[in-house]
């Protein structure tokens, strides 16, 4: 984790998180053409979440409500978790150009404001004990769906075999997400651009713990299985929750 390494325009949503206000017109958060997802991780010192929401709820909100080249922002908090995890924050863009058009456009709608993102940044940065940020480029055909629109959401990281993308990609193609789509699960697909040695990213909807189990039993029944293990050097599995009125479209 590098605290001081924040990108900074996902950050200044998080007091947001607890706020209960409506953000926008919401619309589901499916996976476009071109699309790129930045997910951020966060732990913070102890006691300062409150400060957090404080110190960005009249800063933040306004900004990302008025960040056009934001295609869609979505807050979680944990319920289940193999890594140490507060809240994560994902923002879509039309690719990374995207990502620097939403950097420019809160840096004017933050100085029309009075303020500026870096400011807002630190202050945030001052408080949280660490992070991780990672790029993920969605890939639309391996999935359908809205899997943030479900109680829970499961974010599963797949590190895989060297020079085996295409096979993995067709697999989730032609076999996991077809079944996944009849089974009434919603689900996602990206690819790292940017990330600590993964390769994909799959999110995928539940309403309930048992739900989840119940997923990855069923597929444990079907042939997709054993070629998804073949291809898996290591998987990581994290459970959260949508954090409610810190939607943005």
């Not at 949508?242 to 943005?248: D, F, H, N, P």
Request: glycine share 8%.
């Amino acid at each position: 984790m590098k605290p001081t390494l924040l990108l900074v325009p996902l950050l200044v949503l998080l007091p947001s998180a607890f706020a209960g206000a409506c953000v926008g017109s919401l619309n589901a958060q499916i996976p476009v053409e071109s699309e790129v997802r930045q997910i951020v991780t966060f732990t913070f010192l102890p006691g300062q979440t409150g400060a957090a929401i404080d110190g960005y709820r009249s800063q933040a909100i306004p900004l990302y409500e008025r960040n056009e080249a934001m295609l869609s922002f979505r807050a979680f908090r944990e319920v289940e978790s193999s890594i140490p995890l507060d809240l994560m924050v994902v923002s879509a863009f039309r690719g990374m150009a995207g990502m620097d058009a939403s950097n420019s456009s809160l840096r004017d709608l933050a100085a029309e404001a009075g303020t500026s993102i870096g400011a807002i940044y630190g202050q945030l940065g001052a408080l949280s004990s660490g992070h991780t940020d990672q790029f993920v480029e969605m890939l639309p055909s391996l999935g359908s769906g809205d899997p943030s629109s479900t109680r829970l959401t499961a974010f599963v990281w797949y590190r895989i075999l060297p020079g085996q993308n295409e096979v993995f990609e067709t697999v989730i193609r032609t076999a996991v997400a077809p079944w996944e789509k009849a089974s009434d699960i919603p689900s996602a697909t990206g690819r790292f651009l940017v990330s600590d040695g993964w390769h994909y990213l799959r999110i995928l909807g539940f309403n309930s713990l048992g739900e989840y189990q119940e997923y990855w039993s069923g597929l444990s029944m079907e042939a997709a299985a054993s070629r998804l293990a073949d291809l898996t050097v290591v998987r990581r599995e994290v459970i959260v929750s949508s954090v409610q009125g810190m939607e943005v479209r």
